[in-house]
């Protein structure tokens, strides 16, 4: 932003007639959530945008609080004046009808009346992101405080009154445009979310192949090598289902080409469905790599992040030993599913994940695609134990039914889900980078606001108009006169408009 200012305007710290008092709030100990109390603001309730938030106040006993002085009014506007790096500077003007208490970590701004509150407001708002919480950060400091003599220094450009009111209506105006921007955006992800579970639904039902059952009819899967275990009514009490039982109750009904297979039988024969390592013991460097829940993230696996066991340890649960290809489940608190990337062969997994190794009937990115679907997912959860812990059991991993279509077309519903998910990443990238550029918007209006970008200037609308106006400078000026001696025999000064004609 350029120093010179545009014309009519001033700089001036609050204390020289900007504002005419400041009050920092009252210091409480103990608050609860019984509204029959007082509410009390604290910094938090002040958001990244610099607007109050109501919707978690706390409250305070009234006999504790100085209803005189440690009250917020109408029109006022409060400063975070101390409190993490993230909270303070920010500031927010109150319009609620009714006054409330707000913290010693706050500080109240009464204007006067050279300044519009909500412009004041955004005005300190906006030179804390400039300034302060830049030199807050780089202090590297966990609890940051400006006291009320560094505040009532702040320099700010003022424009004449008028100007400021219709900057205030702009800038109100733009922030609108943008909290409706952002919402809408912020509904993507879970549009989007939902929109990978429906191509999951249909891809793992057989709707995506339908038109290509018919070009390939005589596609079909082969015959489970169990046939006579199928169970459709579900046990009564444990869920831990029988060897060689498919539980298949739950599940849609497949296409004639299809088949239900449990878990256990589409995986390579020369394995079986297990988990980890137990005890992996203290972080071991340049040890074995093993993946834990939390490394499953997004149908990935977080490898910068993998902790290390020693080789004696990984040697003792030698039958989950990874290698690319294989699909990892948790049964831990949550069902996420990964495929096990190259370069991780001879990687391990903990208790929290099952390792499933593709057997030659399925494919692995299938088989992931799979359990990752609602159906799936939904007969897993069926079978959740354990409170603060849910899980399911490993024979219930073992037993999950697995809906098979013949191997070529498992390539074609692969490479049609590929296809919509590439579509769906880059959707949501655009989205995401919209987001970053809707949340520095409210910075670039206000820096706009502040350089006199926004509105016609006070000066130029004289002009325009034949008519005189008050400049910020001779406005500030008879304020400090009048608090400085009682107020001057003389007229305000007055910047005369040019003719345009």
């Known amino acids: 932003m350029s120093n010179e200012l545009p014309e009519g305007w001033a700089k001036a710290r609050l204390r020289d007639g900007v504002i005419s008092g400041a009050q920092t709030g009252f210091a409480c100990g103990k608050h609860s959530r019984d509204a029959s109390g007082v509410a009390h603001l604290r910094p938090m309730n002040v958001s990244e945008e610099g607007r109050l938030r109501l919707d978690d106040v706390k409250f305070i006993d009234s006999a504790e609080v100085d209803r ?7 029109g006022e506007v ?14 927010a003007l109150y319009t609620e009808e009714s006054p409330r208490a707000f913290s010693n970590h706050m500080t109240r701004v009464r204007c006067t009346a050279a300044a519009d509150p909500q412009f004041l407001a955004h005005a300190i708002h906006q030179k804390w992101r400039e300034r302060l919480f830049a030199s807050i950060c780089n202090n590297h400091v966990s609890q940051a405080s400006i006291s009320t003599d560094v505040l009532l220094d702040l320099e700010l450009p003022v424009p004449p009154l008028a100007e400021q009111r219709r900057i205030v209506a702009k800038v109100e105006a733009l922030l609108e445009q943008v909290r409706c921007a952002k919402e809408r955006l912020d509904r993507v992800p879970l549009i989007l979310q939902r929109l990978r579970q429906a191509v999951l639904a249909a891809a793992c039902s057989g709707q995506f192949t339908e038109a290509w059952r018919v070009a390939n009819p005589n596609r079909k899967a082969p015959a489970r090598p169990i046939a006579d275990r199928v169970a459709r009514t579900r046990r009564q009490g444990a869920n831990i289902s029988k060897d060689g039982e498919l539980l298949i109750d739950e599940m849609p009904d497949l296409p004639d080409s299809w088949a239900y297979w449990r878990a256990d039988e589409v995986v390579d024969p020369d394995t079986v469905v297990t988990y980890g390592i137990v005890l992996p013991g203290p972080e071991h460097p340049g040890g074995v790599p093993y993946v834990r829940q939390q490394d499953i993230v997004d149908g990935g696996i977080l490898v910068n992040e993998l902790r290390h066991t020693t080789p004696a340890i ?44 593709p057997g030659q009937h399925v494919r692995g990115d299938y088989l992931a695609a799979y359990l990752a679907c609602p159906a799936a997912q939904a007969w897993m959860k069926a079978r959740y134990f354990g409170m603060d812990m849910p899980r399911i059991n490993v024979e219930d991993a073992r037993a ?8 070529d077309e498992q390539a074609e519903i692969m490479r049609r889900v590929d296809a919509l998910f590439r579509l769906e990443e880059k959707v949501r990238g655009r989205v995401a980078a919209s987001i970053n550029r809707a949340g520095a918007l409210p910075q670039a209006i206000l820096s706009k606001a502040f350089a006199g970008e926004l509105v016609p200037t006070e000066a130029d609308l004289a002009r325009a108009e034949n008519r005189d106006y008050e400049t910020a400078e001779h406005a500030l000026d008879r304020l400090r006169r009048e608090v400085e001696g009682g107020v001057s025999r003389r007229p305000a000064n007055k910047a005369r408009g040019t003719r345009t004609d």
């Open 400 to 407: 999950i039914p697995i809906a098979l279509p013949p191997i």
């Open 78 to 91: 409060l400063f975070n004046n101390t409190n993490s790096p993230e909270l303070v500077g920010k500031t």
């Open 314 to 357: 990984a040697a003792k649960h030698a039958r989950s030993t990874l290698r690319a290809g294989d699909v990892l489940l948790c049964i831990i608190r949550n069902l996420r599913v990964a495929m096990v990337p190259k370069g991780l062969d001879g990687a391990n997994i903990t208790q929290g994940a099952v390792r499933l190794r």
């Open 68 to 74: 005189d002085e440690r009250w917020v009014r109408s």
